[in-house]
């Protein structure tokens, strides 16, 4: 057996146990996400678990920087939550544009000269106004701009006067009963500090009183691939990670936080590009480490809907951001590999993002050289290759098929026949276009790690439909 036929039998037994492991990952967290909607659903029927009259005070922290065409929409929608005891404050960074000007008008808002404690570290604060509308705190700040999402965070958690506190993005729409549904993991176990609800794609949704009444696949190949995308991720991953507390990401869209708990651990790093994931690895490290117990929990039944890219550019721009993210976090975190002091987080959660997430394009590139010697020296048996390449296809298509069918279990999502069609030919453009796609986004993204870690290029966004 000369050099060429050990690196193909090694590189083939690498290759076979990467895919066997990650297939049956999908599988098994698959099914046991399934089974779990089920579940949610039959208890909900056999039990008004709502039906209580007690609310944990939140703080709802909306970061916007030059929002001023779309931050009175925002702050409507917010009003129309279907829950009793709540704040709503808009940090204005820095921004160029009306943004407070305008929130300052359409509230009727008033200076508040009140002293603001800094619990955790922001740029400064220069102003602070406040008002009331339909009995509904509204909180107004205006700071400094410190360049990121992070640090116009920790200025809403200073400000805010309730004990938990909600971060989104000042593009997006909070589902009315959002709230109502993440509060209530705090009810059911007082270990919990963190609650991460599901993403869903808003493009082409329409919205009445801050409820979606029409959501269709939007028909934008690019839009409608990324909802694909985003129901396997929220329904697979986060779900069956939530079941031994081993989500190691809040999405930025929407995460309900304990404000104690992220003080503890010095609140939202400004010099993290993935500054939500990081901050939920600080808190399971900071806990697992002090022996604190804790929970961080994921509820598929708040719903925060967001604006996806509609173009290939503005797609590689958030894609290459969000890898680069994922870089920094896990080698700020690398306390966590193959640790058995962590557990399952360790063991299960880490190892996955470390093998299918993190390294996942380079094993892709050396899958490409491999093919690439044994088709020079003749090594390969192409019926079987093509066979292999053919089983793997029909195998994403179809999770990514029965995963979308899946929505008939989510609590107020609707199925359409029209849309089945038009969901398989997507499953197959998914994987024979969209991801080739994104491992070039994603090697671009390695390789340019250092230079272009905080570059931050700006998303063209659509106007989101009302009734």
Not at 26 to 44: A, D, Q, V, W
Not at 73 to 84: G, I
Not at 92 to 99: F, V, Y
Request: a neutral charge; charged letters at 20%; hydrophobic letters at 45%.
């Amino acid at each position: 057996m000369d050099k060429v036929d050990i690196f193909l039998l090694v590189t083939g037994i690498f290759f076979a146990t990467y895919t066997i492991i990650y297939g049956c990952y999908l599988t098994i967290s698959g099914i046991i996400s399934m089974h779990s909607l089920r579940n949610y659903r039959i208890k909900e029927r056999l039990e008004n678990e709502l039906n209580h009259q007690f609310f944990f005070p939140i703080s709802i922290l909306v970061p916007a920087y030059n929002e001023a065409t779309t931050i009175i929409t925002t702050v409507n929608h917010l009003l129309e939550m279907d829950y009793k005891l709540y704040e709503i404050v808009v940090v204005d960074d820095g921004s160029t544009d009306k943004t407070a000007q305008s929130m300052i008008e359409k509230y009727n808002l008033k200076r508040d000269f009140k002293p603001v404690r800094l619990q955790v570290p922001s740029k400064e604060i220069l102003e602070v106004y406040s008002g009331e509308h339909s009995h509904i705190p509204i909180v107004l700040v205006r700071k400094k701009n410190g360049g990121n999402k992070a640090d116009a965070v920790n200025a809403g958690i200073n400000v805010s006067k309730f004990p938990y506190f909600v971060s989104m993005d000042a593009d997006e729409i909070l589902q009315a009963d959002a709230l109502k549904y993440a509060a209530r993991l705090f009810l059911e176990d007082d270990k919990v500090i963190a609650i991460g609800g599901q993403i869903c794609i808003a493009n082409g949704v329409t919205f009445e009183k801050g409820m979606p009444v029409e959501t269709r696949m939007n028909k934008n190949p690019i839009v409608s691939i990324q909802t694909l995308e985003y129901i396997r991720s929220f329904i697979t991953s986060r779900i069956f990670h939530d079941k031994f507390n081993g989500n190691l990401n809040i999405s930025g869209g929407f995460g309900l936080f304990k404000k104690e708990a992220v003080i503890t651990v010095g609140g939202y790093d400004p010099n993290s590009v993935g500054e939500d994931m990081d901050l939920v690895l600080r808190l399971h490290v900071h806990h697992r480490e002090n022996n604190i117990p804790y929970a961080i929990k994921y509820t598929s039944d708040a719903i925060c809907w967001t604006q996806a890219p509609f173009t290939v550019e503005d797609l590689g721009k958030q894609r290459a951001r969000w890898h680069r993210g994922l870089i920094q976090c896990m080698w700020n975190h690398r306390v966590l590999f193959m640790n058995p002091k962590f557990k399952a987080i360790s063991l299960i959660s880490y190892t996955y993002y470390f093998l299918y997430e993190l390294i996942a394009p380079f094993a892709e590139l050396l899958g490409i050289i491999v093919i690439g010697v044994a088709l020079y020296f003749e090594r390969l048996n192409v019926p079987f290759a093509i066979m292999i390449a053919f089983l793997y296809l029909g195998f994403c298509v179809l999770q990514t098929i029965v995963l979308y069918m899946s929505k008939s279990l989510q609590r107020v999502d609707k199925m359409y026949a029209e849309d089945v069609a038009w969901t398989v030919f997507m499953a197959f453009a998914e994987s024979l276009v969209f991801r080739p796609v994104l491992f070039f986004i994603r090697i671009y993204a390695t390789l340019t790690y250092v230079s272009k870690l905080h570059s931050w290029g700006s998303i063209e966004r659509e106007v989101l439909e009302e009734n």
